[in-house]
Structure formats: C-alpha cells, structure tokens
C-alpha cells in the first residue's frame, strides 16, 4: 500500500527527471545543430570542389547552389522547431515541478494543522478530565430539584 508521502516523493521524482531529461535533449539537439551547421560549411566547400569534376554540377551551379542553400534553410527551421519544442517541454516541466512542489507544501501545512487540532483537542481533554470535582456535573441532574 503507497502511503501519500510516497505517491508526493514518486510525483516530485518524476517531475525531477523530466526537467533533467529535457535539459539532455536540448544539449542533444544544440550538438545536432553544430554538427548540421559545420557539415553546411563543409557541403558548401565540397560542391564548389565538385563542380569541375561533375558537369552536371558546374553547368548548373548556381542552380546546385540554391538547391543546397534551401536544404540548409529547410534543415535550419527544423532545428528551430525542434529547439523550440525543448524549450518548451523544459518550462513545462518546471513549471509542473514547481507546482507539485506548491502542492506538497500546501498538502504538508493542512497537515500540520490538523496535528496541531487534534492535539489541541486532546489537551482538552486531559484537562476536562483532570479538573476539580467542584467544576464537575454531579450525576444527580439539577433540574427540576424541588
């Protein structure tokens, strides 16, 4: 049986591990990009270098050039989106490991005050029944005592 505190610590645990596997994806997608980006410096040195060799190539070059320029422009908002959709999940999962944090707090002071009643009530108690007898109800009733 899972008590509360266990099923908070599982919630807070997941929610932890969420925001640090986001962190890993952006860091995973930020790599990608780098590399996309120097193998687009590199492509562009190469199909210079391919030009005289492929006449296909150098007939059309500014034709290859463009085709080339649009890939990287196409593989470049890809990236974006995909950087934007780890950005996002990252301040997603803060946000709800923020909130479940609220949540625990909040959960652990009506707690803590309902502790703090039923001790009260307790203490109450105690001294109802540790008081005087002079401030005890007789068994006799006194109503209606002629």
Request: with cysteine.
């Amino acid at each position: 049986m899972t008590t509360p505190t266990d099923h908070q610590e599982d919630l807070q645990q997941f929610w932890n591990q969420r925001v640090k596997a986001s962190r890993w994806l952006i860091v995973k997608t930020l790599t990608l990009g780098l590399l996309a980006a120097v193998c687009g410096v590199l492509g562009q040195g190469w199909l210079e270098d391919a030009s005289p060799l492929f006449p296909i190539i150098s007939q059309n070059y500014g034709m290859w050039q463009a085709g080339y320029l649009l890939a990287l422009l196409v593989v470049f908002l890809i990236w974006s989106a995909a950087m934007l959709q780890k950005l996002s999940l990252l301040r997603n999962s803060k946000q709800g490991r923020d909130m479940q944090r609220r949540i625990d707090e909040h959960n652990e002071r009506i707690a803590q005050k309902k502790l703090e009643a039923k001790e009260r009530r307790e203490q109450e108690r105690l001294e109802r029944e540790t008081a005087p007898s002079f401030f005890k109800s007789s068994a006799r009733s006194g109503k209606f005592d002629y």
